[in-house]
């Protein structure tokens, strides 16, 4: 779903609609929230208006204070004593360090996934590929946005290390804020054509259970992002 960074004349954002799947309720409330977070519909240090989404997505306070405390547990978001919840704010120093870790699980997860990686993953990866570069030529920068999440996801899952795709899954939800702005920053210098090819490389590693020069080419990959937040603290 995309969602519009719309203020409202008093400072309010103004929410948007959208209409809700068949998933779990809190799985889309949380995911509808995470996506205010990661566009700055809601900036970080501001409390989250319960009522008003509550309203744009009528459903009661239930399914919402649950999707809050998964994002809780992401630290997106701040429960606070009185009971208000604010959105997590990160310095460049600790997204700097939590990217570190990241590249190197990420790097593990493709050797892993080169010797490990059946054909429903291989499948998986492909379809998220495709994805990709579906969401690229649309110009739509939050659909670009999960299609490049899901592949990485896809990616630790082939690695078959439930370990593994739980460490990653929660330090890529702390994530979500920074790797969105990435995204946006690639787009506007172009080089989101780039990120689908590297993937492509970075698929083709696995296929050829490579997992040296997928290691490699996973962490070529992932400096854009560093560089993006050394170049945003300058």
């Known amino acids: 779903m995309e969602i519009m960074d719309d203020a409202h004349p008093h400072g309010e954002p103004t929410l948007p609609a959208v209409t809700m799947d068949r998933r779990p309720l809190t799985d889309q409330v949380a995911e509808y929230v995470r996506d205010l977070i990661i566009q700055d519909v809601l900036k970080p240090g501001e409390p989250i208006n319960v009522q008003a989404?509550?309203?744009?997505?009528?459903?009661?306070?239930?399914?919402?204070?649950?999707a809050l405390k998964m994002l809780a547990a992401q630290r997106l978001v701040e429960m606070q004593p009185n009971k208000r919840v604010l959105v997590a704010s990160l310095n460049t120093a600790e997204i700097e360090q939590m990217l570190v870790v990241y590249t190197e699980m990420e790097k593990l997860a493709g050797r892993l996934a080169?010797?490990?990686?059946?054909?429903?993953?291989?499948?998986?990866?492909?379809?998220?590929?495709?994805?990709?570069?579906?969401?690229?030529?649309?110009?739509?920068?939050?659909?670009?946005?999960?299609?490049?999440?899901?592949?990485?996801?896809?990616?630790?899952?082939?690695?078959?290390?439930?370990?593994?795709?739980?460490?990653?899954?929660?330090?890529?939800?702390?994530?979500?804020?920074?790797?969105?702005?990435g995204n946006q920053r690639?787009?506007?210098?172009?080089?989101?054509?780039?990120?689908?090819?590297?993937?492509?490389?970075?698929?083709?590693?696995?296929?050829?259970?490579?997992?040296?020069?997928?290691?490699?080419?996973?962490?070529?990959?992932?400096?854009?992002?560093?560089?993006?937040?050394?170049?945003?603290?300058?």
């Not at 989404?53 to 649950?66: A, D, H, K, V, Y």
């Open 114 to 181: 080169a010797q490990s990686a059946t054909a429903l993953d291989i499948r998986a990866l492909q379809k998220q590929e495709k994805a990709l570069m579906a969401a690229f030529n649309a110009g739509e920068s939050l659909r670009y946005f999960h299609a490049n999440q899901e592949f990485h996801l896809a990616l630790v899952r082939a690695s078959h290390n439930d370990t593994l795709v739980e460490m990653h899954g929660n330090l890529n939800a702390r994530l979500y804020h920074t790797r969105f702005k």
């Open 53 to 66: 989404i509550c309203e744009t997505l009528q459903i009661s306070q239930t399914p919402l204070r649950e």
């Open 186 to 234: 690639n787009n506007r210098q172009g080089h989101w054509q780039a990120v689908a090819q590297e993937h492509a490389l970075i698929l083709q590693a696995i296929i050829d259970k490579d997992g040296d020069l997928c290691a490699a080419l996973l962490s070529r990959h992932l400096n854009g992002a560093r560089f993006f937040l050394r170049e945003k603290a300058e």
